[in-house]
T-cell receptor, first 114, second 113 residues
Framework: GENVEQHPSTLSVQEGDSAVIKCTYS??????FPWYKQELGKRPQLIID?????GEKKDQRIAVTLNKTAKHFSLHITETQPEDSAVYFC?????????????FGTGTRLTIIP | GAGVSQTPSNKVTEKGKYVELRCDPI?????LYWYRQSLGQGPEFLIY????????DSGLPNDRFFAVRPEGSVSTLKIQRTERGDSAVYLC???????????FGDGTRLSIL
């Protein structure tokens, strides 16, 4: 089955600087990669996703890049703000037809330092 | 509805008891998923429904866990003979179709004493 690894586990960034979180996956046929933001005690919130037919996707201050050859994808947050502080999870859907389950990484606790 | 709704938000019960957790997906979403999240970890897949049928139940840890979705909308996750290790946040998500974005509810925090 799919295995997703995520780094770093914690990340502290000065307000206004950029943050990058990286994930690798094991199933070369995986084709959908979402990122979720989870604040303490709240639901995971989908913030951006990418499919395997594109290499990059951007939405305002958030971007995701995908390298299928290397089987890794990254989340980039620019001009960080205090409200970006949260735990971020990457995830992937494996290749089996009808297999819709997300396999999540272990999370990155992002702290924005004012 | 506006989003995925889960009830109860919190459930505390004694070891050995039976519990039911309810999920009301986004209106019109055909796919429904249950995940379990332990403290400090990412959600782990339990079961996935497409319509009324369980398309993949490979994540259910053992036969004490069972889920139904009889009318293709609301789903109930049922846990028999609860154990302390079952304590976690149980998350439900729904999506509108194949590889559609999955949107999560607030979860049910289950505590087994």
């Amino acid at each position: 089955g799919e295995n997703v690894e995520q780094h770093p586990s914690t990340l502290s960034v000065q307000e206004g600087d950029s943050a990058v979180i990286k994930c690798t996956y094991s199933d070369s046929a995986s084709n959908y990669f979402p990122w979720y933001k989870q604040e303490l005690g709240k639901r995971p919130q989908l913030i951006i996703d990418i499919r395997s037919n594109v290499g990059e996707k951007k939405d305002q201050r958030i971007a995701v890049t995908l390298n299928k050859t290397a089987k890794h994808f990254s989340l980039h947050i620019t001009e960080t703000q205090p409200e970006d502080s949260a735990v971020y999870f990457c995830a992937a859907i494996g290749s089996n037809f009808g297999n819709e389950k997300l396999t999540f990484g272990t999370g990155t606790r992002l702290t924005i330092i004012p | 509805g506006a989003g995925v709704s889960q009830t109860p938000s919190n459930k505390v019960t004694e070891k050995g008891k039976y519990v039911e957790l309810r999920c009301d997906p986004i209106s019109g979403h055909t796919a429904l998923y249950w995940y379990r999240q332990s403290l400090g970890q990412g959600p782990e897949f339990l079961i996935y429904f497409q319509g009324t049928g369980a398309a993949d139940d490979s994540g259910l840890p053992n036969d004490r866990f069972f889920a139904v979705r009889p009318e293709g909308s609301v789903s109930t996750l049922k846990i028999q003979r609860t154990e302390r290790g079952d304590s976690a946040v149980y998350l439900c998500a729904s999506s509108g179709g194949f590889e559609g974005p999955q949107h999560f509810g607030d979860g049910t925090r289950l505590s087994i004493l």
